[in-house]
T-cell receptor, first 116, second 115 residues
């Protein structure tokens, strides 16, 4: 069975600090990788995704993530955070198959608090 | 992107009662997923609901406790039966993005509190 580990439960940063949130998964086959964000009181939104190709993917709002297959990792980064980045961040994976959709397996989430 | 709505957005219920949560999508989708997000926890898949067939439940979830209906390609319901305080969670439905089966959109969720 797949599983996803997010190492940081709560991260507190000052504005303009750099961010890196860790995500590791366990699954022997080909996977799709996602980062979702949930701003306070809002829906889950897709931040970025990796299906194939360039392992460095760029998402919305200046976020990027790097897929390192040998480490089973998909860490999220942002060079300079803003107060508006305060949110809960979820890493998720699903199996990459051609025959249709597969459900997502989520990590426990990391709460990011950005202070002025 | 798909527009997904859920009703109710939140509810407070008494132990032993049941609540039916509705999920409406603005386009036809074959597959829908129901997730649960317990307080301070991540999202856990409850079941996969395909139109025209029985829902497929994940380990730890059973049809008697979480019956699901999928009467057409734009609508589904999840019932939380015989509720206990441990059922207090946010319940979310999600659908795959058309043409891009591995990406999913999520509804706003239903926040359930059981007293």
């Amino acid at each position: 069975a797949q599983s996803v580990s997010q190492h940081n439960h709560h991260v507190i940063l000052s504005e303009a600090a750099s961010l890196e949130l860790g995500c590791n998964y366990s699954y022997g086959g080909t996977v799709n990788l996602f980062w979702y964000v949930q701003y306070p009181g809002q829906h889950l939104q897709l931040l970025l995704k990796y299906f194939s190709g360039d392992p460095l993917v760029k998402g919305i709002k200046g976020f990027e993530a790097e897929f390192i297959k040998s480490k089973f990792s998909f860490n999220l980064r942002k060079p300079s955070v803003q107060w508006s980045d305060t949110a809960e961040y979820f890493c998720a994976v699903n199996k990459n198959i051609n025959s249709g959709n597969t459900p997502l397996v989520f990590g426990k989430g990391t709460r990011l608090s950005v202070i002025a | 992107s798909a527009v997904i709505s859920q009703k109710p957005s939140r509810d407070i219920c008494q132990r032993g009662t049941s609540l039916t949560i509705q999920c409406q999508v603005d386009s036809q989708v074959t597959m829908m997923f129901w997730y649960r997000q317990q307080p301070g926890q991540s999202l856990t898949l409850i079941a996969t609901a395909n139109q025209g067939s029985e829902a497929t439940y994940e380990s730890g979830f059973v049809i008697d406790k979480f019956p699901i209906s999928r009467p057409n390609l734009t609508f589904s319901t999840l019932t939380v039966s015989n509720m206990s305080p441990e059922d207090s969670s946010i319940y979310l439905c999600s659908v795959p993005r058309r043409g891009l089966y591995n990406e999913q959109f999520f509804g706003p969720g239903t926040r359930l509190t059981v007293l």
